[in-house]
T-cell receptor, first 115, second 116 residues
Framework: AQSVTQPDIHITVSEGASLELRCNYS??????LFWYVQSPGQGLQLLLK??????LVQGIKGFEAEFKRSQSSFNLRKPSVHWSDAAEYFC?????????????FGRGTSLIVHP | DTGVSQNPRHKITKRGQNVTFRCDPI?????LYWYRQTLGQGPEFLTY????????KSRLLSDRFSAERPKGSFSTLEIQRTEQGDSAMYLC??????????????FGEGSRLTVL
């Protein structure tokens, strides 16, 4: 069955520390890959996306993600976390086929930032 | 570009009542999606439209749920005979098919439903 897994429900980091959030997918082909962020009371905002080409993609707010086909992963990274990064992060995948385009989301990882 | 707008932002209702949520997508976006998000979970797909055509509705949670987009612009999601398990955030998103296609969905801030 097709699925998106975010194995970490919560991650706690200190401000200024590096961050990596994990995302794995289970699809027969390489899907389109996305990371979204959701702050309390806000809608989901796109951080970055991967369709094809360079497997290291840069996004907004200093985030980047690396697509690794062999590991079916698309992990999100940031070298130095700011207190304002505390939010919920969602990985999403789309396997576009036959005109259908329905993003499937992981359960999310809640990022807690300590001063 | 005024973004995706959802109304109401919060709705409290009693079990058994009907509720309707409205979504106004970004004006040039052809596709409109509805998702449900419960506490501690990611968005769960419900249904989507291309213009006025509903392309997928098999994942609506029960026959109490229905959605429409009559003129290909705004959309409504109706829940009939609400149950406490319907309490959740209902998210709307839209996507552009013409011009510069970025592939991403643009989300509204959601409509939170509480069923007492």
């Amino acid at each position: 069955a097709q699925s998106v897994t975010q194995p970490d429900i919560h991650i706690t980091v200190s401000e200024g520390a590096s961050l990596e959030l994990r995302c794995n997918y289970s699809y027969g082909a390489t899907p389109y890959l996305f990371w979204y962020v959701q702050s309390p009371g806000q809608g989901l905002q796109l951080l970055l996306k991967y369709f094809s080409g360079d497997t290291l993609v840069q996004g907004i707010k200093g985030f980047e993600a690396e697509f690794k086909r062999s590991q079916s992963s698309f992990n999100l990274r940031k070298p130095s976390v700011h207190w304002s990064d505390a939010a919920e992060y969602f990985c999403a995948v789309v396997l576009a086929s036959g005109g259908s385009y329905i993003p499937t989301f992981g359960r999310g990882t809640s990022l807690i930032v300590h001063p | 570009d005024t973004g995706v707008s959802q109304n109401p932002r919060h709705k409290i209702t009693k079990r058994g009542q009907n509720v309707t949520f409205r979504c106004d997508p970004i004006s040039e976006h052809n596709r409109l999606y509805w998702y449900r998000q419960t506490l501690g979970q990611g968005p769960e797909f419900l249904t989507y439209f291309q213009n006025e055509a509903q392309l997928e509705k098999s994942r609506l949670l029960s026959d109490r749920f229905s959605a429409e987009r009559p003129k290909g612009s705004f959309s409504t999601l109706e829940i009939q005979r609400t149950e406490q398990g319907d309490s959740a955030m209902y998210l709307c998103a839209s996507r552009q098919l013409a011009g510069v296609v970025t592939g991403e969905l643009f989300f509204g801030e959601g409509s939170r439903l509480t069923v007492l």
